[in-house]
């Protein structure tokens, strides 16, 4: 059986596999510094996982940026596991979490230029110009609803 789960990862144990997967990601995969990927806001943030068979192969951390203004950040998947629909169902969960709360509630992301589609096509859309995060183009978005 391949059941994907999503969850707010709460334990010690459970935000280890968060910081494991974005080290993976960001740090191995991508070579982004460690200073930058942990930048000292994990503990502002609300963090989530996708487990496949009780395994974590997915994170992203939410951070409440404004009154109804909240930021996904640091989604990643590991490579085994991508182009499956897991990065999909992690965004979209996680909309859901936040516009469940609170209709009103607004959801913004800074995406690698090379993601784009991926988030146009779960509803977000770009809005300003692209700019450069420790290298690599962004651009921010918006979900619209």
């Given at each position: 059986m391949n059941e994907l789960n999503f969850k707010k990862a709460v334990s010690i144990y459970e935000i280890e596999f968060c910081y494991y997967i974005r080290k993976?990601?960001?740090?191995?995969?991508?070579?982004?510094?460690?200073?930058?990927?942990?930048?000292?806001?994990d503990n502002v943030c609300e963090h989530f996982l996708?487990?496949?068979?009780?395994?974590?192969i997915a994170t992203a951390r939410v951070r409440k940026k404004e009154n109804y203004i909240y930021k996904i950040e640091r989604v990643s998947v590991l490579i085994s596991h991508r182009r499956n629909n897991v990065g999909?169902?992690?965004?979209?969960?996680?909309?859901?979490?936040?516009?469940?709360?609170?209709?009103k509630n607004s959801l913004?992301?800074?995406?690698?230029?090379?993601?784009?589609?991926?988030?146009?096509?779960?509803?977000?859309?770009?809005?300003?110009?692209?700019?450069?995060?420790?290298?690599?183009?962004?651009?921010a978005m918006r979900y619209l609803a």
């Open positions: 993976k990601v960001f740090c191995d995969e991508q070579k982004i510094s460690k200073g930058i990927e942990f930048d000292g806001l996708i487990t496949k068979n009780k395994e974590a999909t169902l992690l965004i979209r969960e996680i909309v859901n979490k936040y516009k469940k709360i609170e209709k913004i992301l800074h995406s690698q230029v090379t993601a784009e589609n991926f988030y146009k096509s779960i509803n977000f859309i770009p809005y300003g110009k692209q700019f450069l995060e420790d290298g690599i183009f962004h651009i």
